[in-house]
């Protein structure tokens, strides 16, 4: 099921809502085009409708639906765009893919109190982070994603962490996974900077 479809099955407040789903299916979509400015101006269009839509009063299911299927989708389709190197058929797509990395930060920072709680959240860090992994692998080849994926994922986790999300203890017993090392591990990867100590020298506690 398209996210469109998903999204028109939630409670509909007003007409305003119906237009958010077409601006948002739009974008999505353009987000790929073969035109690099048209690229560009949809991601940063994607990220403010999203930006600008938060306090529509969605549930935080409904903006893990968003987050999964609009955003992680579209970011991981443009990086690894870049990874295969079309860039024939799409030229300029490592500008694109740093816009759509920084969209992604600010987005995911945005839904994260809705996010926090939901039982999906750990698949949505882990992909969100695989996602931010392949990003780097391009980044020899592009300056454009070598400065802005560190970074995204720097902001992220200094959020996280003042939050009290990202803290030593941080596990999912379900899924057996010590989410603390696996995110400082592939951020790690991303660049020697990001370590737990950085933490400290930014004043925030591990663990709020």
Known sequence: MSVVSKVQSWPKSDALFS???KAVNVAKHACTDSRPQVRNHACVMLQQ????SYSMGHTGEQWGEVMKDVVLTTVNTLVTSVKKRKQQEYPEMDKTARIAVLMLSKVFLQFLPSLAGLE???DIWLELLSILDVATSCSGESEELAEAVPEALKNMI???A???ILRPDWCDAKK????WNVTWQ????????LEPGMLEAHGVAAGG
């Not at 592939?186 to 900077?193: I, L, Y």
């Open 176 to 179: 057996n996974i010590n989410l």
């Open 186 to 193: 592939r951020a790690r990867s991303t660049s020697p900077n």
């Open 158 to 160: 200094l959020v996280m």
């Open 49 to 52: 409708i999203l930006l600008s």
């Open 19 to 21: 237009q958010w789903i």
């Open 162 to 164: 003042g939050d009290g």
């Open 120 to 122: 999906c959240f750990t």
